[in-house]
Nanobody, 116 residues
Framework: QVQLVESGGGLVQPGGSLRLSCTIS????????MGWYRQAPGKQREMVAA???????HYGDDVEGRCTASVDDGMDTMYLHMNSLKPDDTAVYYC??????????WGQGTQVTVSS
């Protein structure tokens, strides 16, 4: 069983930056992809970043160039760095892990609010 817990959300001013963390517990050696989604009020959940087991990391169009996703060497913490934040970045941010041929696990989400 994989458990994910996000942290690092909060209130950020426009133009600011933040780092979200996702603590991973459980075995993810068969992870295919892992990364981040977000969901703003009244909108569908959208992909922010997808870290692949092979190949480059993919980013959503709205965050491309402002966002870096990474996972530490121990594969127990995932990060999302975002800069030049805009009010449109306001959303609940969720981390996930997709097991190859298996389930997708989600964290509970962390709120990010970009406002002056």
């Amino acid at each position: 069983q994989v458990q994910l817990v996000e942290s690092g959300g909060g209130l950020v001013q426009p133009g600011g930056s933040l780092r979200l963390s996702c603590t991973i517990s459980g075995s993810i050696f068969r992870a295919d992809t892992m990364g981040w989604y977000r969901q703003a009020p009244g909108k569908q959940r959208e992909m922010v970043a997808a870290i692949q087991s092979t190949g480059p990391t993919h980013y959503g169009d709205d965050v491309e160039g402002r966002c870096t996703a990474s996972v530490d060497d121990g594969m127990d913490t995932m990060y999302l760095h975002m800069n030049s934040l805009k009010p449109d970045d306001t959303a609940v941010y969720y981390c996930y892990v997709q097991i190859r041929g298996g389930s997708r696990y989600w964290g509970q989400g962390t709120q990010v609010t970009v406002s002056s």
